[in-house]
């Protein structure tokens, strides 16, 4: 191994540039701190390297981390053997989970940042206010819409909280499945809207859109139609002149000093060498999983069982939102065609069964909406008969004659189900790899099943001829969604960081992705997530760099 | 070692009428060709056969240089490192799955009826597919039903599959991929199933392709749609 020349010593250092760390670089480097960037893998450039192949996008994982150099393993209760499984596989590269996302971004919802108080204790769960509410979050909502790019209709939207600007372009218009999904919502008195959706459909900070292609989720997008971080807030922090971005470097673990700040990291360049990064502060954006992962090993005398981890919190309380659907066949000799494969993603979508309502059994509930069935290998319909005269008929009628209804389940924080690095599976750098623990609360269950449900209700009432519910029975992570593995709070007994993402334990430490959410949410969570790192960056360049303390007050108006 | 984003543009695009083998002997490829024109008959409409998936699975199959089309269709890329490695060992396995699965597909035809499984009537060919996949051939779709199933995981990568389960999924991507890759020949996949798919994997890039013809063509009013939204505007609501 050789021993490259150590580089100089950075104001900040983010490890991860998806969706969170593209917005902690664009803040600090706008605010003039100088920062270095770190992602293990690749910088693509969209022009180039990004079209509608769905084999290479959906099934060699072109963009996702190869499952042979960066295993992960899941088990489904303690005392299972955990075995390799991609699970929540999110693209690692600049850019992550962006490069590959729909891109729904719906607003939490106020009842979001307070559900222990709003439910109390409930067997079995781990429920945690926020450190925060929804109304100390708009105003990084209203900035991540904008400066991001977000297509939407305000006030179409009958449940969401107040929002102090409208959005910045229309949505595109309705697919055919979407029209079928308004009609029957109508009928049945459902709130239907188009889901705020991270692309723009006007000329938006110079990006002029054209891309209506639908290879949109699970594919890279060489358009500048939808707003992900690599197209958008990186080439932005780097135009400063004070972001550096070091791709293809893995970093392995956060150093600690004497005085039990951290003093940099060290990581592994693309040619192999170990090379030592100092800094002032260290954020931490990986992923839920990754980010508490690089914690757990990042061991030393003071923190022996991980980084700010005198708690023995980090890794616990992992949530991942499971995708839950049910699919509607319609006939294709009677049925107007339905042209799944259109659209960019979802079109039509509804937070009416959001709240908790208790008559259902079950407490909290999730956004629901119509999608896409995609493209012809992977088209969703489970159940497809796999070979034969079945499959060729059944793809030869309802491939055009059919839609799909998800929903994005609130699953509640347990504190036995976590991350932690795997005892015997290592990584292509010999390193631990994360290993998922996991069995859903039975309100899981029981919100799953009422939901998909609601779906096929709603399918019928667009006139489906036979229905597919797909029920939660365990996690696959198929969301990507993650998070709470480092949660946000107000004691530190109960909580790794502060309600600015800081560790509670190491003051330079700050970790600003879902580790931190103490709850799930039903909603999708990269808004949040962006709005939460823009808001704690904002604390980080303009308060703690400076040397000032300021706590927040919590206000505890209701509107 | 080359960085992933730095990946060089090699060869050009599989021809699909091709004989030549790369990875299968002359056997195997029969073998190959008559199952998956099994996977994905031929009727009124052309099956895998027409479609050359045997071409397909040949090229992905004989290392790892057609795992990944360029970007614009114009050839593959070329791996490196790390990535390299990975895949290598990837299509290692898969080729061990190939050779055993078709040696035991030839036996199982063998000892049925003393004959190569390509040279098995259709009916014999389906029989044999079911000892194969120790499963009933698969039954027509039925209308007026609810057939619930429980949560997996979306996406189709391959490693770790059986034989019968690899032929399956890789007959579909043969059948239904960008011709880039030596499958789908002149597109007859994507037309026999209704989807329009791009003339070629450039215009998927540049804008020149388009689906905006299949999204709702009727006039409408988002306030007609969305009832919510005339109250909110007749309310005074201007954001």
């Known amino acids: 191994m050789l021993n490259r020349k150590k580089p100089e010593p950075v104001d900040v250092i983010v490890v991860g540039l998806g969706a969170n760390g593209g917005t902690a670089v664009k803040v600090l480097a706008e605010a003039g701190l100088k920062v270095v960037g770190f992602d293990r893998g690749p910088w693509l450039r969209p022009l180039e390297h990004y079209s509608g192949d769905e084999l290479k996008f959906v099934n060699r994982d072109y963009m996702w981390p190869d499952p042979k150099m960066f295993p992960r393993t899941v088990r489904y209760d303690e005392n299972a053997v955990a075995e390799r499984f991609p699970f929540s596989p999110t693209p690692q590269m600049v850019g992550g989970g962006t490069n590959h996302w729909a891109g729904w971004v719906p607003r939490p919802r106020e009842s979001d940042f307070m559900m222990r108080s709003l439910h109390g204790e409930i067997e079995g769960a781990s429920l945690a206010d926020w450190p925060f509410r929804y109304e100390h979050l708009e105003p990084y909502l209203t900035k991540v819409e904008w400066a991001f790019g977000v297509s939407g209709i305000a006030g179409a939207d009958k449940y969401e909280p107040y929002r102090s600007k409208g959005y910045p372009s229309p949505p595109l218009r309705p697919t055919q499945y979407g029209k079928r999904f308004y009609d029957a919502c109508n009928k049945m008195g459902i709130n239907a809207f188009p889901i705020p959706h991270a692309m723009v459909t006007n000329k938006h900070n110079g990006r002029d859109p054209f891309n209506q292609t639908s290879f949109w989720n699970q594919y890279g997008d060489p358009s500048g139609a939808r707003s992900n971080t690599l197209t958008s807030f990186i080439p932005e922090a780097v135009a400063t002149g004070n972001l550096e971005v070091r791709a293809e470097c893995f970093v392995q673990s956060v150093k600690l000093g004497h005085d039990g700040k951290a003093t940099g990291v060290v990581y592994i360049d693309p040619d192999g060498n170990e090379v030592e990064q100092d800094a002032r502060v260290v954020i931490l954006t990986l992923g839920a999983i990754e980010s508490a992962r690089l914690m757990l090993m990042s061991k030393s005398p003071r923190f022996p069982d991980g980084l700010a981890n005198g708690s023995g919190l980090v890794g616990k309380n992992a949530t991942f939102h499971e995708y839950l659907f049910a699919v509607g066949l319609f006939d294709k000799d009677i049925d107007e065609p339905l042209n799944g494969f259109a659209g960019n993603y979802i079109s039509g979508g509804s937070l009416e069964f959001y709240e908790t309502d208790e008559n259902r059994g079950h407490i909290g509930g999730s956004i629901i909406s119509a999608s896409q069935t995609c493209h012809p290998i992977n088209w969703v319909f489970p159940g497809r008969p796999s070979w034969g005269e079945a499959l060729k008929d059944a793809d030869r009628n309802y491939y055009n004659y059919a839609m799909k209804i998800g929903l994005i389940l609130h699953d509640l924080p347990v504190e036995s189900n976590r991350v932690d690095l795997d005892p015997t599976v290592k990584d292509a750098f010999g390193r631990p790899v994360a290993r998922i623990t996991h069995s859903p609360h039975r309100n899981d269950i029981a919100m799953g099943k009422w939901q998909v449900d609601k779906n096929v209700e709603i399918l019928e009432a667009a006139g489906a001829r036979k229905t597919v519910p797909v029920y939660l029975d365990k996690m696959t992570g198929n969301t990507c969604h993650q998070h709470g593995t480092a949660r946000m709070g107000t004691d530190p007994a109960k909580s790794v960081l502060n309600e600015w993402g800081q560790a509670h334990e190491v003051d330079n430490l700050f970790v600003l992705d879902g580790s931190g959410f103490p709850t799930a949410t039903g909603v999708n969570p990269t808004l949040t997530m962006m709005a939460n790192a823009w808001r704690c960056s904002e604390y980080i360049a303009q308060v703690y760099s400076k040397g000032r303390e300021e706590r927040l007050i919590l206000s505890n108006t209701k509107r | ?239």
């Open chain 2, 1 to 239: 070692m080359t960085l992933k984003s730095e990946w060089e543009i090699v060869g050009a695009p599989v021809d699909p009428d091709t004989t030549e083998r790369l990875f299968f002997t002359d056997a195997e490829w029969d073998t190959v060709e008559a199952a998956t024109a099994r996977i994905m008959p031929t009727d009124q409409d052309p099956g895998a056969r027409e479609a050359r998936v045997v071409v397909f699975i040949d090229r992905y199959l004989s290392g790892i240089d057609y795992v990944y089309a360029a970007a614009d269709g114009s050839g593959f890329l070329k791996m490196s490192g790390k990535y390299a490695d990975a895949w290598r060992a990837r299509m290692d396995e898969m080729q061990n799955v190939y050779r055993h699965g078709l040696v035991r597909l030839d036996e199982l035809a063998h000892s049925e009826s003393g004959r190569r499984f390509a040279d098995l009537s259709d009916a014999e060919a389906d029989h044999l597919l079911e000892l194969l996949s120790g499963a009933p051939k698969p039954g027509q779709v039925t209308l007026g039903t609810k057939e619930p199933v429980t949560t997996f995981l979306q996406g189709s990568f391959d490693e770790g599959l059986d034989f019968f389960s690899a032929l399956c999924l890789h007959t579909r991507q043969g059948f239904y991929c960008d011709p880039v890759y030596g499958g789908n020949k002149e597109q007859m996949g994507w037309k026999f199933i209704g989807f329009p798919g791009p003339k070629s994997l450039k215009d998927t890039m540049d804008g020149t392709y388009s689906t905006a013809e299949y999204f709702y063509q009727g006039e409408f009013e988002w306030e007609d749609l969305i009832p919510q939204l005339k109250a909110y505007r007749d309310a005074g609501g201007t954001l």
